[in-house]
């Protein structure tokens, strides 16, 4: 089945290493999604994607950066965690930016930070 | 600030019973569409309402919206305990955008079996 598959599920990373996050997808669209979701709110906008065209949000912070080296996969890397970059990260595709764009979701990766 | 603010923040309901969830958004839209989270999944894309739509349906969801009020409500028929999530609204501003969603803090659904 086509999906957005996010590895791993769990990650525990010390405060300060850096560590990096996983995305993959197998429905061959346009556009990827990082967002980060901590617990009981919305999630937030971190970067996204029309094919290569990178875009960050404005208030992203420079602790994380983002790659995307080809259509399937992206990453995202924090650069130093702090404890308050512990949460949940999810990825998200949609096959446009414009018109039909609704975002297909990968189950997250939950970071903890120690 | 944030686009898309929900109400009630939760409901807790009886199955077989009806819940309606509010949304109200700021700025002018594309498109309003509504998703659902189970505790510490991603996010299902539930459906979507373009802003000269002014209601939808798909199965046990129906969905209205009113560019005027910029508000939008989902509506979930004789749910049932498997409905228990949290729903978000979310808005597409269009233009140069990308696509970009802005979401609401959503509605957090409990349905009593």
């Known amino acids: 089945d086509a999906m957005v598959i996010q590895n791993p599920r769990y990650q525990v990373t010390q405060f300060g290493k850096p560590v990096t996050l996983s995305c993959s997808q197998t429905?061959?669209?346009?556009?990827m999604y990082w967002y980060q979701q901590k617990s009981s709110q919305a999630p937030k906008l971190l970067f996204h994607?029309?094919?290569?065209?990178?875009?960050n949000e404005a208030d992203t912070p420079d602790n994380f950066q983002s790659r995307r080296p080809n259509t399937s996969f992206c990453f995202l890397d924090i650069r130093s965690p702090g404890l308050g970059d512990a949460a949940m990260y999810l990825c998200a595709t949609s096959r446009d930016a414009w018109g039909r764009n609704e975002q297909y979701f990968g189950p997250g990766t939950r970071l903890t930070v120690t | 600030s944030q686009q898309g603010e929900e109400d009630p923040q939760a409901l807790s309901i009886q199955e077989g019973e009806n819940a309606t969830m509010n949304c109200s958004y700021k700025t002018s839209i594309n498109n309003l569409q509504w998703y659902r989270q189970n505790s510490g999944r991603g996010l299902v894309h539930l459906i979507l309402?373009?802003?000269?739509?002014r209601e939808k349906h798909s199965g046990r969801l129906r969905v209205t919206l009113d560019t005027s009020k910029k508000s939008s409500s989902l509506l979930i028929t004789a749910s049932r305990a498997a409905d228990t999530a949290s729903y978000f609204c979310a808005t597409d501003a269009g233009g140069t955008s990308y696509g970009k969603l802005t979401f609401g803090q959503g509605t957090i659904l409990t349905v009593h079996p």
């Open positions: 429905l061959n669209h346009n556009v």
């Open positions: 309402i373009r802003s000269n739509e």
């Open positions: 994607y029309y094919d290569k065209d990178f875009n």
